[in-house]
T-cell receptor, first 112, second 115 residues
């Protein structure tokens, strides 16, 4: 069964600090992996999309990594800001039917 | 705004009511989707429409009835809901179902509370 597991479930850090969120998946065959940011009461917004051949992709202070061999991805946030407080959702697409499998997300809270 | 607009943003309805959720996209996409997001659970795909035709129904109870009059508009008609149907309902669109590069764009959702 295709699954996406994220850790930690929640995280609280001080403003200005860095943090790393983890995503492990069992989706096969793999097509692509996406990270979304979801503010409270809003829809998810795409941060990055990574394919099999991409190891690292950055979007401002967000850097995603992908290890297709170990089926792991991480999202690193640098110099966190209060506006980074949100849920971060990892989504993996299967090759062929391109069905999306969603993780439950990591709830990140930045405190001043 | 993302280009996918959902209304209303919040809805409280009784179990005997009938209401509709609306989604409109201005991105020129051909595929539209309804998702349900409950607390601490992954997004659940409910329905998929491609060029106005329903291509997927993930065993959704009949009290949820989708309608797609054209590629830009999607409705979710609700009737005789249960309290466990309370959730955030998200609409999304893409160039075509599951296409990699023209990826999903989500609306802001409708927060539904069934009392």
């Amino acid at each position: 069964k295709n699954q996406v597991e994220q850790s930690p479930q929640s995280l609280i850090i001080l403003e200005g600090k860095n943090c790393t969120l983890q995503c492990n998946y069992t989706v096969s065959p793999f097509s692509n992996l996406r990270w979304y940011k979801q503010d409270t009461g809003r829809g998810p917004v795409s941060l990055t999309i990574m394919t099999f051949s991409e190891n690292t992709k950055s979007n401002g202070r967000y850097t995603a990594t992908l290890d297709a061999d170990t089926k792991q991805s991480s999202l690193h946030i640098t110099a966190s800001q209060l506006s980074d407080s949100a849920s971060y959702i990892c989504v993996v697409s299967a090759k062929g039917n391109e069905k999306l499998t969603f993780g439950t997300g990591t709830r990140l809270t930045i405190i001043p | 705004e993302t280009g996918v607009t959902q209304t209303p943003r919040h809805l409280v309805m009784g179990m005997t009511n009938k209401k509709s959720l609306k989604c409109e996209q201005h991105l020129g996409h051909n595929a539209m989707y309804w998702y349900k997001q409950s607390a601490k659970k992954p997004l659940e795909l409910m329905f998929v429409y491609n060029f106005k035709e329903q291509t997927e129904n993930n065993s959704v109870p009949s009290r949820f009835s989708p309608e797609c009059p054209n590629s830009s508009h999607l409705f979710l008609h609700l009737h005789t809901l249960q309290p466990e149907d309370s959730a955030l309902y998200l609409c999304a669109s893409s160039q075509e179902p599951g296409h990699l590069n023209y990826g999903y764009t989500f609306g802001s959702g409708t927060r539904l509370t069934v009392v």
